[in-house]
Antibody, heavy 118, light 107 residues
Framework: EVQLVESGGGLVKPGGSLRLSCAAS????????MNWVRQAPGKGLEWVSSISSSSNNIYYADSVKGRFTISRDNAENSLYLQMNSLRVEDTAVYYC???????????WGQGTLVTVSS | DIQMTQSPFSVSASVGDRVTITCRASQGIYNSLAWFQQKPGKAPKSLIYAASSLQSGVPSKFSGSGSGAEFTLTISSLQPEDIATYYC?????????FGQGTKVEIK
């Protein structure tokens, strides 16, 4: 069974940093691209970042470019999102999701809440 | 960036009704369009990919159509368990972009 479990969310002050993790199991993690998608309270879904299976191709939304860094450890079956210079508007539930060209974002984690507030 | 315009913002229909949601892309995206269902407090769930292919395990009352820049999601017979917000996603190019969402309610 495919499972994605996010962790690392919490309360942080504006300007602070946080590192999210996503533990994958039930599939061959190393052959799949992975994505982060977020959802601010009461708002819609926003794509954040994508990383290819070998980390060769990485993309970011303009809203996080230069502040967030996506990475992965295929040996540990884990995906990460390093978030620096956090802003109030980064407050959201952050989901990791598996991606294939044929069936994009077919599996999602349960999400982890990041709250940026003073 | 490709903008995805989803309509309506919300729809209220009776049990058994046919419900149609539209997603328009600001430029052609071939069939690189997926639909997701999100129930309150839950993660999104994949329903349809490649505009019209049903994700494994998804009931056949859900169907998708369209190509190029205009797409539709149809629920053939609305049931109480279909109450949710539905989102489209274009994955033709980066940045990936979602529609604003359509909230489906029972009348």
């Amino acid at each position: 069974e495919v499972q994605l479990v996010e962790s690392g969310g919490g309360l942080v002050k504006p300007g602070g940093s946080l590192r999210l993790s996503c533990a994958a199991s039930g599939f061959t993690f190393s052959v799949y691209s992975m994505n982060w998608v977020r959802q601010a309270p009461g708002k819609g879904l926003e794509w954040v970042s994508s990383i290819s299976s070998s980390s060769n191709n990485i993309y970011y939304a303009d809203s996080v470019k230069g502040r967030f860094t996506i990475s992965r450890d295929n040996a540990e079956n884990s995906l990460y999102l390093q978030m620096n210079s956090l802003r109030v508007e980064d407050t959201a539930v952050y989901y990791c999701a598996r991606y294939t060209v044929t069936e994009p974002l077919d599996y999602w984690g349960q999400g982890t809440l990041v709250t940026v507030s003073s | 960036d490709i903008q995805m315009t989803q309509s309506p913002f919300s729809v209220s229909a009776s049990v058994g009704d046919r419900v149609t949601i539209t997603c328009r892309a600001s430029q052609g995206i071939y069939n690189s369009l997926a639909w997701f269902q999100q129930k309150p407090g839950k993660a999104p769930k994949s329903l349809i990919y490649a505009a019209s292919s049903l994700q494994s395990g998804v009931p056949s009352k859900f169907s998708g159509s369209g190509s190029g820049a205009e797409f539709t999601l149809t629920i053939s017979s609305l049931q109480p368990e279909d109450i949710a917000t539905y989102y489209c996603l274009q994955y033709d190019s980066f940045p990936r972009t979602f529609g604003q969402g359509t909230k489906v309610e029972i009348k």
